[in-house]
């Protein structure tokens, strides 16, 4: 793996990320304006599964209002984040941190689809006979926005992974 | 907090954390003062609803902002993004200021179900661009502020262990 990241590291696309010097803050900048626009859209549609936000309308309706802005910030967030390993492969690829984020927001990924879908559909998601989501449809809810806090919060400690894991750091 | 090596990553992911919450919810008011997606909601809803998140968000920010600052003061204070960064905050409030007091006090007359009166959209514009700005700027210091690694002076320090 640290072969294939010091490849490259050496590529041509590699060294224009590097080299100019505002192109690592611009996509950063990029990716954290885009991790408010999911992580804040995300919230909204589980705060309207617990019944504590938008509760006048329609699930449905919330979830048309946000879903496709967390799904195109997503896209970009990919994207940005794309670029940013391929400026500083070594350092995402020898974080721990790193790869604990990627697992976690394939997971993210994954269960807001399926659980989205669920939702749309209401089948085994709603109380029988109302309109209120069932207890495990809230626990989920939760469960997701606690997951998007911990793809945050691993972001920012790929700088830092000797520090945040000790003995457990991949870097050498 | 410069001596604790795991302080500084918590704290940072909570501030970043933070400013993104700031950003999402006031990106959804400053949208509806554009009249996007529509204009069906109240803008006094949509306010109330997001405002109370964007302050909670703010206060978090903020406190982790200033454990940051306090870190590495002397750097922070002489570093010209930092410095823009505060100038863009400071416009944004005074953006707010001058809208709820001014723009937002006939808000019953384009509530709902009308169109966005310019002045409203043009402090939803302005509050867009100072918040991307103070994002980027903030994110500037980190690639130009450098760390301050001198000892204050009258400290005293025993290398003896």
């Known amino acids: 793996m640290h072969a294939f990241a010091a490849w490259l590291q050496a590529s041509s696309a590699s060294n224009t ?9 611009l996509l950063q900048s990029i990716h954290i304006l885009m991790i408010g626009v999911v992580f804040v859209s995300s ?6 599964v617990l019944g504590l936000m938008r509760v006048d309308q329609p699930f449905e309706a919330v979830w048309h209002r946000f879903a496709p802005w967390m799904w195109s910030a997503l896209i970009v967030m990919a994207g940005t984040g794309l670029l940013l390993v391929l400026g500083e492969p070594i350092r995402e690829f020898t974080a721990l941190s790193f790869w604990i984020k990627m697992l976690l927001l394939a997971a993210g990924v994954t269960s807001t689809a399926l659980y989205g879908h669920a939702l749309k559909s209401g089948v085994r998601v709603r109380v029988r006979g109302s309109a209120e989501f069932s207890a495990g449809a809230k626990a989920m809810s939760i469960l997701l926005v606690a997951l998007w806090l911990s793809v945050v919060f691993l972001g920012r400690a790929i700088a830092y992974d000797r520090e945040v894991w000790g003995a457990l750091s991949l870097h050498a | 907090m410069r001596t604790s090596v795991k302080a500084m990553p918590i704290v940072e992911a ?14 959804i008011v400053d949208l509806r003062l554009l009249g996007l997606p529509d204009t069906r909601r109240p803008v006094t809803v949509v306010c109330r609803e997001m405002l109370r998140l964007t302050w909670g968000a703010f206060f978090v920010a903020l406190c982790a902002g200033l454990l940051m600052f306090a870190a590495n003061a002397h750097t922070y204070y002489g570093n010209t993004a930092f410095r823009l960064k505060m100038l863009a905050l400071l416009g944004a409030g005074v953006n707010m200021l001058l809208f709820h007091r001014l723009t937002f006090r006939n808000v019953a007359a384009w509530d709902q179900n009308a169109p966005v009166p310019m002045a409203a959209r043009l402090a939803g514009a302005t509050s867009m661009i100072l918040w991307v700005s103070v994002i ?20 005293h320090i025993n290398f003896q262990f």
């Open chain 1, 17 to 25: 990320i590097q080299s100019v010097s505002w192109v690592i803050p």
């Open chain 1, 43 to 48: 919230l909204m549609i589980a705060l309207r």
């Open chain 2, 14 to 27: 909570i501030h970043v954390l933070a400013a993104a919450t700031v950003f999402g919810t006031i990106f």
């Open chain 2, 136 to 155: 980027f700027l903030a994110r500037w210091i980190g690639f130009t502020k450098g760390y301050d690694f001198r000892i204050p002076p009258n400290t």
